[in-house]
T-cell receptor, first 111, second 119 residues
Framework: QSALTQPPSVSGSPGQSVTISCTGT?????????VSWYQQHSGKAPKLIIY???KRPSGVPDRFSGSKSGNTASLTISGLQPDDDADYYC???????????FGTGTKVTVL | EVQLVESGGGLVQPGGSLRLSCSAS????????MHWVRQAPGKGLEYVSG????????YYADSVQGRFITSRDNSKSTLYLQMASLRGEDTATYFC?????????????WGHGTLITVS
């Protein structure tokens, strides 16, 4: 049950784009289209921003997009805004023996 | 509006026990799987446990297997986490989370969390 691997931090200026990777294995990220992404502001509960690899819940801006290639999923934030400054976590279904795995988390800093 | 409210957190000695509750409203509780996720101070999210919509299936992370039990009372729209043999590394904020749907495996609603301190 090792956590999915994310870069510890990424940064960008307002208006720029950043991409966060989430690397797993064929038993989780690569094996299912069940990757989700969560945004967490300091001291708050996580918020779902991407599910099913690419889908956005109602109310989530289309500046947030998801993709997957092999065992690596990615979250791209386009047109960075100050409120995007937060921690981001990926999560994947891991089969019947590992219901869910979270990523190690990435701190996005808007410069 | 979906609401999840955790309760039962607090300070407990190593080796002690505690029961968390998560009261749900605003959705058909009995139709959705529910989950517990924790976050140690300054650390990342860790998936702890899940339970199917009818309580027939449960899952536990290796770190809590044999010490924690997840249950639910659909008549009361309440999720529980019974924790025993608590250790320092169990110190964390515990969130309950609602499953988006069986075919997405995502968590679309979260409680505010309740802090457990084992010391």
């Amino acid at each position: 049950q090792s956590a999915l691997t994310q870069p510890p931090s990424v940064s960008g200026s307002p208006g720029q784009s950043v991409t966060i990777s989430c690397t797993g294995t064929t038993r989780d990220v690569g094996g299912y289209n069940y990757v989700s992404w969560y945004q967490q502001h300091s001291g708050k509960a996580p918020k779902l921003i991407i599910y099913g690899v690419t889908k956005r819940p109602s109310g989530v801006p289309d500046r947030f997009s998801g993709s997957k290639s092999g065992n690596t999923a990615s979250l791209t934030i386009s047109g960075l805004q100050p409120d995007d400054d937060a921690d981001y976590y990926c999560c994947s279904y891991g089969g019947d023996n590992t219901w869910r795995l979270f990523g190690t988390g990435t701190k996005v800093t808007v410069l | 509006e979906v609401q999840l409210v955790e309760s039962g957190g607090g300070l407990v000695q190593p080796g002690g026990s505690l029961r968390l509750s998560c009261s749900a409203s605003g959705f058909a509780f009995s139709s959705f799987a529910m989950h517990w996720v924790r976050q140690a101070p300054g650390k990342g999210l860790e998936y702890v446990s899940g339970i199917s919509h009818n309580g027939g299936s449960t899952y536990y992370a290796d770190s809590v297997q044999g010490r924690f039990i997840t249950s639910r009372d659909n008549s009361k729209s309440t999720l529980y986490l019974q924790m025993a043999s608590l250790r320092g590394e169990d110190t964390a904020t515990y969130f309950c989370a609602k499953e988006h749907s069986p075919i997405t495996s995502a968590f679309d609603s979260w409680g505010h969390g309740t802090l457990i301190t084992v010391s």
